[in-house]
Nanobody, 127 residues
């Protein structure tokens, strides 16, 4: 049974930082590309960041978080991380970790491409 469990969310002030973690079980993480998505109030779920199979794989970010967020992974620990810095109120959302078993190792930007999802963790940024 595959499980993705996010943690690390909470309340932060604008300009602050948070580090989200995603613990994966029931799968071999190195076989999955990983993504972080978010869904703000009244908004659709959107791609935030993605990384290929390995820790040195290409990383992708939505424009609004480039230079502020960093995705990383540790396959030995079966974990994926999202370091968020210079937080803005518009970053407020529920953040989801997602896994995609794609034989090409390509990172996909659409939520429907991903096979497994965590339950989400709330991030609230106050101004």
């Amino acid at each position: 049974q595959v499980q993705l469990v996010e943690s690390g969310g909470g309340l932060a002030q604008a300009g602050g930082s948070l580090r989200l973690s995603c613990a994966a079980s029931g799968l071999t993480l190195s076989s999955y590309t990983m993504g972080w998505f978010r869904q703000g109030p009244g908004k659709e779920r959107e791609f935030v960041a993605g990384i290929g199979w390995r820790s040195d794989s290409d990383q992708y970010y939505t424009d609004s978080v480039k230079g502020r967020f960093t995705i990383s992974r540790d396959n030995a620990k079966s974990a994926v991380y999202l370091q968020m810095s210079s937080l803005k109120p518009e970053d407020t959302a529920v953040y989801y970790c997602a896994a995609d078993r794609r034989f090409t190792g390509a990172v996909m930007f659409r939520a429907e491409e991903y096979d497994y999802w965590g339950q989400g963790t709330q991030v609230t940024v106050s101004s």
